[in-house]
């Protein structure tokens, strides 16, 4: 009989201590067990100055302007068989002529020439009409590859800003020039460091001619470097609309 007076006194003590500790490991205030619907609702509200607003209205307008004097939605074609293909701001232009492959790369960021802008100063004192057009002249890299060759013979050219244009009367030459001239690895869009180029700064005219007539029995002359100029030029505004836009709609977003 005191033996099971014992064993229920010593039950009651195990049940009383369990009890306890569950009431410390749990306690009665934790938010998780008194509102399950406790969790704190952060709101975020995003900055939106008056600035911001003015900012807008003026992307606005100016993306309507932009519009206005765009030329054509679609970019303007290449004569001579070229096959376009555009990646962003990056475009390449393709070709086979008799067995030989020639592509034409060119990117249309900072194709602005410089002197545009103090153009663009001084037509600002002149009408409308009389604003001086924007023209993207854009560096661009020509790479002729051949069936069985190992290498492509990579040309780097740029238009000299003295040769973009031309005075009446004046007589015409070549107005773009070739900068480097490389044999790259077929395929490889990196030029490569540890292969010899050849740059054209103290080049025999001879062999520089020759080169240029090189490029030309290939498309890639004077016609085709004025059509290249009205690709490009199409190409950069387009570009400088959608990144008109896409900062409208970012200085907008709510």
């Known amino acids: 009989m005191l033996k099971s007076v014992v064993r229920a006194v010593g039950a009651a003590v195990r049940l009383s201590s369990v009890a306890t500790s569950t009431a410390r490991t749990l306690p009665l205030s934790c938010p998780t067990l008194c509102s399950p619907s406790s969790a704190i609702t952060r709101h975020f509200t995003r900055l939106h100055t008056e600035g911001d607003k003015a900012f807008g209205a003026f992307l606005s307008d100016e993306i309507k302007e932009e519009l206005k004097i765009q030329k054509n939605s679609n970019l303007p074609k290449m004569s001579g068989g070229w096959e376009l293909a555009l990646n962003g701001t990056e475009a390449k232009l393709s070709r086979n002529v ?148 896409n900062l409208h709609g970012f200085v907008k977003c709510n």
């Not at 020439?113 to 004192?125: L, S």
């Not at 790259?184 to 540890?194: A, H, I, L, S, Y």
């Not at 016609?223 to 009205?230: C, G, H, P, S, W």
């Open 98 to 245: 008799a067995g030989e492959k020639i592509t034409v790369t060119f990117n249309v960021n900072n194709s602005i020439p410089p002197n545009f802008e103090e153009e663009a100063e001084q037509g600002q004192q002149k009408s409308a009409e009389e604003e001086p057009e924007i023209v993207s002249s854009p560096n661009f890299v020509v790479d002729v590859t051949k069936q069985g060759a190992k290498h492509s013979l990579v040309f780097d050219c740029h238009f000299p800003e003295d040769e973009v244009s031309h005075a009446e009367g004046e007589e015409e030459s070549d107005i773009f020039a070739i900068r480097e001239v490389s044999f790259q690895p077929e395929g490889d869009t990196d030029w490569k460091e540890n292969s010899y180029t050849l740059n054209t700064d103290a080049l025999d005219w001879a062999l520089y001619d020759h080169l240029m007539d090189f490029l030309a029995d290939r498309g890639v002359d004077n016609t085709f470097a004025d059509e290249l100029m009205e690709l490009s030029t199409a190409a950069e505004h387009q570009e400088y609309i959608k990144f008109l836009e």
